[in-house]
């Protein structure tokens, strides 16, 4: 089929819909078409007598033009096949067939009625009683108690207020009884009807029987106690002036200057052979507190609140059993639910691109790649598995391939960094230190992701995402070195008493205080690192990496197996999802947590975060590696 080739003569238009109408020059109506007709039409023929004398006029009328045409009006709009359909099977032709039965029409058969009973005659008996009215025996009324008399001079004393006065019941040792119809009992028919059966009666009417009400409590005496209140009742302030507190006077300066006096000079520092003065503020400030604090409360009222949504339409995406995770031995966040099956079709991946959702709980979001649910089947139906990662995770091996990576000039690790990210769309926040490496010393295979942790695990750094944006964090692994921990500030101060479950496992390690840390022979470096205060006898393995081409990554590199021997206790803590106030709401991983407990106090580092759905809460368990 020849080519078509489409002319627009309309201007472009944006948005959608877009309609396309083939044919149309714009004038919205088909103008009307002329149709010029040419014909010979016969001569005029007349036969007449003619006098002439004058001046003849004559007038005729021609017959109208008939004629027939055939016209072809052509759209210049090709209508190709554009699709066949093929049937396995054509139109039946009826088949006539007579219907054949297995019997016939039955010829009816009379039958006279046959009855094996006939009218019986009605056989009149009389009715025979077998008791009479008894007669009612009276009983004498028996007192156990008679009145008695008022006590007097007895004090009255009562621990209790006034008592209603409870009244019982009578009591009957027997009720009435129900009569009973003695039936015929007879050996022989046709007996004689004559006798009448003697009365007996086995129970009377029972009277009443009363007890006196007797009680050991008279009127009580009225207790008063007082009430202790933490506030008053206000009033409003009297017409007239009122005295106001007079303002605090302002904190003195470094140096309080007294008027014809001297002025006292503060010396923070030690003597030195120099004789330049430098003078500052000596005061000591006071240290910064906590960033998070959950206090210590008898009741803590809780309510949770769960949705997610497909982005970016809004639909609701359903989701039970939630559960979110994320560590220092991974890159981001992980998801993990349940839901129904609908979900198979709804988050199935297009185009190959994940479809990407938003699952918010009590204010806190995330934003996940869903990879396509699962579908599974139990025994109360179908339902779909559902998994997915953080944003950051599409520069990874599931979506992207690896390739080979250098540089070609001399380049700052961050540098080396930010150019494996570009064309991805994920941004890197960098907050280690940096240092220069040669060219010669940079080579690697892999995914951009893949080179991001590469570089971190070179600065003895992790890796972590932004919930919600994508934004890869590249962060020390010891903000604070582990035997530093009692005189730094924690990030998060909690009490031990919000803990629900916890389990405290030793790490059963060997204690190190120095490692030998080494480059290549391309610009590398090679330094000691020992763990101040000690002899730094105790060596863990020595580290070689093209990285170390500075003594900073030397220094960074080089405390994390020092550190990592330190720590003795690793301890699972399971507390509930508390948002609000001082709150903190998640415990992320690289928090330096302090536990009040009622005996002690520790401090550890969260190097794992897990928050599960335990409808209708929200529990967080946290694994913590502890210094002591």
Known sequence: MAAVDLIFNRAFKTGNPVELVFGDDGGGQVPNAALVVAARMPGLRVRSLVHVRKDLVVTGRMPGVRCSAVVHYNTDTPRPVVAEVAAPAQQAQPVVQGWTTGWQETDAMPAGWMSTAQDAKPLQEQFGVAWQD?????????????????????????????????????QASAQDAAPVRAGWAVRFQESLRDRRRMLEATAQDAMGLQYQLTTSAGPSVPLYRGFEGRYQQAMRPPAGKSQTQPPEPENPGCYEQLVGGPIKLVFCKSWSAS????????????????????????????????NAVLLPSGAPV????????????????????????????????????????????????????????????????????VSGQSVTSLIGESFWRSKAWSISSQMSVQQIASEALQNTGITLDWAAEDWQVPAAAWSHTGTPLSVIKRIAEAAGAVVR?????????????????????????????????????????????????????????????????VRAGTAGDLLAAQITDPLMTDVIAVRQRGIVPLADSALRWRQEVSVPLITGGTAPGLILPGYLIEVQEPGETWRGLVRHLSLDENMPEFTQTLTVDRFQ
């Open 134 to 170: 008894g007669q009612r025996q009276g009983m004498a009324m028996q007192g156990r108690f008679q009145q008695a008399r008022p006590l007097p001079g007895a004090a009255t004393q009562a621990r209790w207020q006034e008592a209603q006065g409870v009244r019982l019941a009578l």
């Open 275 to 306: 004789a330049d003065l430098v003078f500052y503020c000596c005061q000591s400030t006071p240290e910064p507190g906590s960033q998070f604090v959950i206090p210590l409360l008898k009741v803590y009222m809780l309510v949770y609140q769960s």
């Open 318 to 385: 359903p989701l039970t059993g939630v559960r979110i995770e994320s560590g220092d031995d991974g890159f981001g966040w992980t998801l993990s639910a349940s839901g129904p099956v609908d979900l198979v079709e709804l988050l199935a991946p297009q185009g190959g691109v994940p479809k990407q959702i938003r699952l918010t709980i009590n204010g806190i979001d995330w934003v996940f790649a869903v990879k396509r649910p699962v579908r599974s089947r139990s025994f109360d139906g179908w339902q779909a598995s």
């Open 465 to 529: 995402s932004h919930r919600t944006e994508p934004v890869l964090q590249l962060v020390p692994e010891y903000k604070a070195l582990p035997w530093s921990w009692a005189t730094v500030v924690p990030d998060v101060v909690m009490p031990g008493q919000i803990i629900v479950q916890d389990t405290l496992t030793d790490l059963e390690q060997e204690l190190r205080n120095a490692v030998y840390v080494s480059g290549s022979a391309a610009g590398g470096v090679v330094g000691q690192i």
